[in-house]
């Protein structure tokens, strides 16, 4: 039996009918800037239903996340 592939493919950031680039560019600029604005060393507790998406902001999300201060 053949897997099917997905009806629906998401499309790309920079080629798409919407400007995904630029929202993802934004939302990980405003993350950050979140991080920043806590002093000091922190823990990250993430609900599992937005780690996935989370994770669309950066490629190196834990090195990007250490950078900023978050040790958990």
Do not use: W, Y
Request: hydrophobic share 40%; net charge neutral.
């Amino acid at each position: 039996m053949s897997k099917s592939k997905s009806k629906f493919q998401l499309p790309a950031l920079q080629t798409g009918p919407l400007p995904l680039l630029g929202i993802r560019e934004e939302a990980r600029h405003a993350f950050l800037d979140l991080l920043d604005s806590c002093p000091g060393r922190k823990a990250l507790v993430i609900d599992p239903s937005i780690s996935g998406p989370l994770s669309m902001l950066d490629a190196s999300l834990n090195e990007l996340l250490a950078e900023h201060g978050v040790v958990k």
